[in-house]
């Protein structure tokens, strides 16, 4: 939305963030990249969409509360499926990534284009190949700590910053069959997904998003007595009826 | 509300399960132990309540759909807040634990009145104080696995069922201030809540969920350029403007 | 060892249980399988094996007091470069995962050829690819809780016994580039490694555990004053002298 | 041992280091505080005294390797059986820690008494207790990541640096009865022990890790077959005879 709305971004992300993120991500030919925005319907992200999406990026800054829950409760059952889920700086505050972490997902932040300093603090990690030590951007809104999420599986960069804060920048999360990664980086006041690190960690990022396992689609189910792995006679009194549902 | 209703549960918890379960805890001199019910107003959960209160216990189990979203989300605040949360059986399926989750939460489950053995897997932790190496109850509804929720940070204890199951039965989850324990047992059909040991468990519970640090109200606060820790100017563009929230 | 000197053990495993593990993986024509025997100077592991293997699968009973320091002490450096371990049964008591767990990694036991059922506790997860609900081993040795390891990082396995007890069979450890997988099943006493749901785990552990990343040798640089990122003058008293290492 | 050969070190704490500590420490009533040092006998830390001490504090830097394996291991089997352990600084070097963590434990370092800022990451943990946002030291010797420890539970502080690094400067690890502290300040060529913020952290970190649970000896007990919780009939082979202890 702020590209067409604001000059500043406009001028930075003439075709849009969304579009420069699938053409750094495209430069890698095994990726099949497509892009989804919030003006279309179901906001470009239909049951068959996300059924064919191996790993969402989700970026969303001005405009949270237009996503609606139908298609924020769908993505959140795609990712427990197995679908990879990687959100995007301002993106701590989507309803998606709140749903996931059940936190409060806070921060303190400043806009001043100041440096940021992204260390690696896991080098052998995946998210990090083919990085150096650290990678730097040299104007950035600054996010600092306490960054109210669940803590991490794996911390993969640390930030430090021109005006004195430090931050986690890039963080994973694995819940059974889901895979979340969280990066810092881009707000649209400057040229941040132009940047060559950046998009390598993006790349590197859906390659280890990407699905491992089977599909799980989880349920409640009641195992019948007779079903049982061990020969089992009913005692006592009982609650539910032979064949009901739990409650939910 | 079972008790109201079904006979069998009636005459197992005359007082209410409720009662039953204060009554265990209030054998320890230094709780301050208060019930609250489904049909009070704000289910006895008001805002006094819950600021008044240090850990709260949870069990439903037929009505988690007629806890209103307010009453949950003062409980969710509340949790963040520091005040210890403890889910008992069949609040696997209710508003305020699957919130803190983020997970489906499910399982799978039978009625037949089997054996379960209770194994203490963490013999050093202060919820197993004064445990032996396990424990049994001589009928109980079954839980299998998988259950369906993030990795705990803790097991303390993992059931074998006479049917064949195994569960993780005593979990424990931290975040940030954010205190978490799930026991299992406590099926309403059966006099779970007089066992002497899952009385005990619950007594352990509640000292391990007692706040221990600040209280801590988190926000999103924006750090003008001229408090910044170091000396800072302002560079290239900004979206925000001076003294803005940001976008939630 | 004891395929050699115990007439049971050869009876079932002819050829050792080496080459029943290693058939098992090679009918995957992905993998390229070597084994390697205590009785080779050192047990088959040199600096340039260890280079060249990707993931190292462990079993040892009899003689794990046998392993030599040096050997112990260059897996332990090949897994933190990346090499991925699956330790099997036994091979708790193993130098090798004692070093990286760092804790007691004691169990109860017993060896009655009773029945064990594994539940997966993580149907998503790719070491549990394409198995069902459950499998059982008839006849097996019982490895009972409290397993004194560090928490896992995520339970793919938990195991029901006959005899009554349970047990956390199937555990991953990930600590930057290391990735550990410990596998319950496996006495040298039944057929266990032929078992068919016993190899397909096998196989698809060991894609799990292969290396993601970079190879990370560390070390504990000093960085001058002189390059450090921001502008730096030397202040106050030092104890280390230009140039020098730390202390050790 | 610098107090004593260096005459930067003798000037700042001409009681030496372990006394400034314990002096800290001291303001709170409610310790019982005593120190131990390298040249005494078992480096004082004899079987007696250990099982008197519920938390040890460890600073060494300069002679790691004059810390005998005997006393080192003595050490880790009472943090096993519950003594909480707090690491100082350079102790991410001690024999001590090193085995706690089972990793390389390296960083990258500059002594250029550089200032260093601690940001909170986690307002609502007792080890926080009491501080704000933040807390300065104004010479310092830098700590950089990556820390090559084992992932931390929680994350208590960040630091910033004014060279341009970040480390994970508190940390906390639980195992089973098992609580350990890191905290990086405390270089001994600065006045760092006297820092009012960091006498606090050490009170606030010596109650956290204040035993909880009972202690907790482990061992590897078998369950004789006529012992089993379910009645059980041996069936097929084995390899240990009754009443054998298992191999180590």
């Known amino acids: 939305m702020h590209e067409r709305k604001n000059e500043v971004v406009a001028k ?20 099949d990249v497509r892009t989804a925005t919030l003006e279309q319907p179901y906001h470009g992200l239909t049951t068959a969409v996300l059924k064919g999406t191996d790993v969402l990026l989700w970026w969303g800054h001005a405009a949270h509360g237009q996503v609606t829950d139908v298609v924020a409760d769908a993505v959140v059952r795609r990712v427990w499926e197995g679908m990879g889920l990687i959100a995007l700086h301002s993106a701590h505050y989507s309803k998606v990534f ?16 100041e440096k940021e300093r992204l260390w690696v603090c896991n080098p052998g990690h995946p998210i990090a190949h083919g990085l150096d030590r650290y990678f730097e951007i040299p104007n950035t809104e600054m996010y600092g700590e306490p960054f109210a999420v669940p803590m991490p ?11 004195g804060e430090v931050f986690r920048s890039g963080c994973t999360w694995k819940r059974g069959n889901e895979k979340i990664f969280y990066f810092r980086p881009g707000h649209e006041a400057y040229p941040i997904y132009f940047h060559p690190t950046v998009q390598k960690v993006l790349k590197n990022a859906v390659h280890w998003a990407a699905p491992e396992g089977q599909r799980w689609v989880d349920s409640c189910p ?27």
């Open 12 to 31: 930075i992300y003439p075709k849009g963030m969304h579009q420069c993120i699938a053409d750094g991500l495209s430069e890698d030919k095994t990726l």
């Open 98 to 113: 709140k749903r996931r972490m059940s936190t409060s997902c806070s921060l303190t932040w400043r806009e001043a284009g």
């Open 153 to 163: 599986d794996e911390i993969i960069f640390i930030s430090w910053f021109e005006g």
């Open 222 to 248: 009641n195992v019948p007595i007779n079903k049982a792995c061990e020969p089992l006679v009913a005692k006592g009194p009982s609650i539910h009826k032979a064949g009901e549902e739990g409650f939910k």
